[in-house]
């Protein structure tokens, strides 16, 4: 499976983003980790299947993930970006569930950067 990631850019504290992945084939659990300058990566989100969802406490309230399954597609929605959101985002897949260390995670995404800055 080859995973496609696109969305990341610059915006300002507040706005938006929305990154999308895109899976060659379909695979079980889907998710976002970032690793920011200095720090280890972390788990952003993570979906299993089309509904089981979890989230960092970071981001919740703010982050959104989704799928579509018909097109082996993930997304993470963006909203009230903070500047401590800035890192590299990685899309992860997976045939079991995976844990803010990585472990359970087969295939990764190239990064993608978000900068929130003003």
Known sequence: VQLQASGGGLVQPGESLRLSCAASGSIF????YRQAPGKQR???AGMIGGSVRSYADSVKGRFTISRDNAKNTVYLQMNSLKPEDTAVYYCAAGRVRFNSGGTGVDYWG??????VSS
């Open 29 to 32: 659990c889907m998710g976002w």
């Open 42 to 44: 972390e788990l952003v």
């Open 110 to 115: 190239q990064g993608t950067l978000v900068t």
